[in-house]
């Protein structure tokens, strides 16, 4: 039983546009959701929180917009940038336990200029 | 250092034969977590240690998969009996304390060949 779903494997994008990854989620009880990164070879970081009682959060270039009614949140990139190459995953726990966090498949981003 | 360190970097065994792999989480870290990372899926958390005690370890797919942490800091992931499903990257990752951020940082992992 797959709980957060990333259903895009890959999204290519010209720098400069924006990157929108999906995620999907199936448990009403998760109420933390994060985005984390992860370039070849190395271990994933992180890179974007939102709590459910907020519906968007943003850093920099970095946007996560959570919609619990229809258990969705989505990552935007904007302007993408080479660098922002690599592979995204969603994740999502809830916050009255220990950082169990349940993670998407992930999707591949590739931003080309 | 001043990450999560993981040893080693890459583990290629032969089927049945015993394996070790070793994580040394950031100073101060009380929590680690041990995650496993198949090909095109995302890390699937196996066991969460908050100090030297194992506080959930539902994650571990059978009796051949064990994890120590003695002293409340390096955490060794050992596996009996290999099978070739067993092959994967293995994450370790820590946190400051069972918080509510969910921030994890990870290792860089360790990739496990069974042939």
């Not at chain 1, 999907?24 to 974007?48: H, Q, R, V």
Request: glycine content about 10%; aromatic content about 12%; some cysteine.
């Amino acid at each position: 039983d797959q709980q957060v779903k990333q259903n895009s494997p890959s999204l290519s994008v010209q720098e400069g546009r924006i990157s929108i990854l999906n995620c999907d989620y199936t448990n009403s009880m998760f109420d933390y959701f994060l985005w984390y990164k992860k370039y070849p070879a190395e271990g994933p970081t992180f890179l974007i929180s939102i709590s459910s009682i907020k519906d968007k959060n943003e850093d920099g270039r970095f946007t996560v917009f959570l919609n619990k009614s229809a258990k969705h949140l989505s990552l935007h990139i904007v302007p993408s940038q080479p660098g922002d190459s690599a592979v995204y995953f969603c994740a999502a726990y809830f916050s009255g336990g220990y950082n169990k966090l349940i993670f998407g498949a992930g999707t591949r981003l590739a931003v080309h200029p | 250092g001043a990450g999560v360190s993981q040893t080693p970097s890459n583990k290629v065994t032969e089927k049945g034969k015993y394996v070790e792999l070793r994580c040394d989480p950031i100073s101060g870290h009380t929590a680690l977590y041990w995650y496993r990372q198949s090909l095109g899926q995302g890390p699937e958390f196996l066991i969460y240690f908050q100090g030297t005690g194992a506080a959930d370890d539902s994650g571990l797919p059978n009796d051949r998969f064990f994890a120590v942490r003695p002293e409340g800091s390096v955490s060794t992931l050992k596996i009996q009996r290999t099978e070739r499903g067993d092959s994967a990257v293995y994450l370790c990752a820590s946190s400051l304390t069972a918080g509510i951020t969910g921030e994890l940082f990870f290792g860089e992992g360790s990739r496990l060949t069974v042939l």
